[in-house]
């Protein structure tokens, strides 16, 4: 079954006009018709939340105004030190829509880097995925397809059937999979997100005999979905591959390809009709839409070698999501950079070396293992550097060690000007040579020096 739009079906819409302006948009640009995409009802467009009109705080960074924002949550991180830039609800659990489909994507991408997938492996569709409704690429029953087809069916098309596909190859029934998306997202510390399908479908519209034995829905936070934006990019930096592309055809037979919901795409600033709403640096992440979460956004780009993650939920209309976005972002990279404070491989002033017991050498230097950066405001003054470091007891470190030993940590806290809370983090310190076992005549003579040094310093003591 091809993937067309019903025409008829749209003329009942009450976005029957959006509609049409859509395909027409999409005749222009590939000269063939649009297929179904986006978790949604095209009957029915009542946002039914409603509440992204309602007044919000929006809190920012230091002395920074934040924009005005129409919208249920958002948040803006810098996911190399976790700072959160921007935040407006976001800690609020609520229905994520196809933004789900984020984890599905994690885990299918960790079942492929743990060898257990291969993107050219067979997937059979059974029942649950021929039935799934919305966003879909009509899979039928027996059908089958590569994990790398339904992969680029579920991130840029946010096809529905494609997705559960993909659960039961991984799980075996989609509430199975379902469970390890809940433990992942624990496991990430996502700690106001309960999963129920693959999808982001509400439970009424999962296929009869498929609906989990709750009455519970999926619910997300911007915070969370922001954090599973974040383990993406760490742990599958190749994520471009696939959330980059404008277009695909599914199958050779079908007259259209599935279009990528991502107007922002960078590629898009070629696209007469999607110019406005191309980001520089933008190349992910995923979109979500049914009528009770309204339209949602987690929203990744990089420039002048600083990443941001965006979310916003609960926008009003599919444009609105995606200028919304480009506000949360401009504000970021508006206004602040990441800066390192200190260098891979530093002297610690006062902590230059630690004692070693057992060793040919009885101590050895230390220097930092990683780069230390803070994100700060663009042109900060007055850096404020402070340190703590934690040292392993000298009893404990005793010989043979290697280079680049662990023998501490140091926190850095970070205060700048414009920024209310200094940030903080945590790096090893490590040995820069190795130290080698001292053998018992040298350890011998070192205990007798030991001894009459002491005894000498007791004598001169008393006078």
Same mark, same amino acid.
């Given at each position: ?354 004692? +070693?017991? !057992? $060793?040919?050498?009885?101590? /050895?230097?230390? #220097? &930092?293992?990683? %780069? *230390? ?45 414009? +920024?209310? !809370? $200094?940030?903080?983090?945590? /790096?090893?310190? #490590? &040995?820069?040579? %190795? *130290? ?28």
């Amino acid at each position: 079954m091809k993937a067309n739009i019903s025409q008829n079906k749209y003329k009942k819409s009450q976005v029957f006009k959006k509609s049409v302006t859509a395909v027409m948009l999409l005749n222009m640009m590939y000269m063939s018709a649009l297929p179904v995409v986006g978790n949604f009802d095209p009957n029915v467009v009542t946002f039914a939340a409603g509440a992204a009109t309602e007044a919000k705080t929006i809190t920012g960074t230091g002395s920074i105004n934040p924009p005005s924002l129409a919208l249920r949550s958002a948040i803006l991180i810098e996911p190399s030190t976790g700072q959160v830039l921007l935040s407006m609800n976001p800690d609020e659990p609520l229905p994520p829509a196809s933004m789900t489909k984020m984890m599905t994507e994690y885990i299918v991408a960790e079942q492929v880097k743990q060898g257990k997938l291969k993107w050219t492996d067979k997937v059979t569709i059974n029942e649950n995925a021929s039935k799934s409704i919305g966003s879909r690429i009509f899979l039928a029953q027996g059908d089958q397809h590569t994990v790398e087809e339904l992969y680029i069916a579920m991130a840029v098309g946010s096809a529905n059937d494609a997705t559960v596909a993909l659960a039961e190859r991984v799980s075996g029934t989609e509430q199975d999979f379902v469970k390890l998306m809940n433990e992942t997202a624990q496991k990430m510390g996502m700690k106001n997100t309960y999963f129920i399908n693959s999808t982001g479908l509400d439970r009424k519209d999962m296929p009869t005999g498929f609906q989990p034995d709750t009455d519970r829905e999926t619910v997300m936070t911007a915070r969370d979905a922001a954090t599973l934006a974040g383990y993406i990019i760490k742990d599958h930096p190749d994520y471009t591959r696939f959330t980059t592309i404008q277009s695909y055809k599914f199958r050779p037979t079908d007259k259209a390809p599935i279009i990528n919901y991502n107007w922002m795409l960078e590629a898009n600033k070629n696209i007469t009709n999607f110019r406005k709403f191309a980001y520089p640096g933008l190349d992910g992440m995923k979109t979500g839409h049914t009528n009770n979460a309204g339209n949602c956004f987690t929203g990744t780009a990089e420039r002048d070698g600083m990443r941001l993650i965006s979310v916003v939920m609960g926008a009003d209309s599919d444009e609105h999501r995606f200028t919304e976005t480009a506000k949360v972002l401009n504000y970021g990279f508006d206004n602040f950079e990441v800066k390192q404070v200190v260098a891979p491989k530093t002297v610690v002033k006062g902590v230059e070396n630690v004692p +070693v017991t !057992k $060793g040919t050498e009885t101590e /050895v230097p230390i #220097v &930092t293992k990683d %780069a *230390v950066s803070f994100i700060v405001p663009k042109g900060a003054s007055n850096p404020k550097v402070t340190f703590t470091t934690n040292i392993t007891p000298a009893s404990s470190l005793v010989a043979p060690l290697k280079q680049g030993a662990k023998v501490g940590t140091i926190t850095y806290t970070y205060k700048t000007d414009g +920024v209310d !809370k $200094g940030q903080t983090k945590t /790096v090893d310190l #490590v &040995t820069t040579t %190795a *130290v080698e076992e001292g053998g018992w005549f040298r350890m011998l003579f070192r205990a007798i020096g030991d001894f009459f040094g002491d005894l000498f310093q007791g004598i001169k003591n008393l006078f």
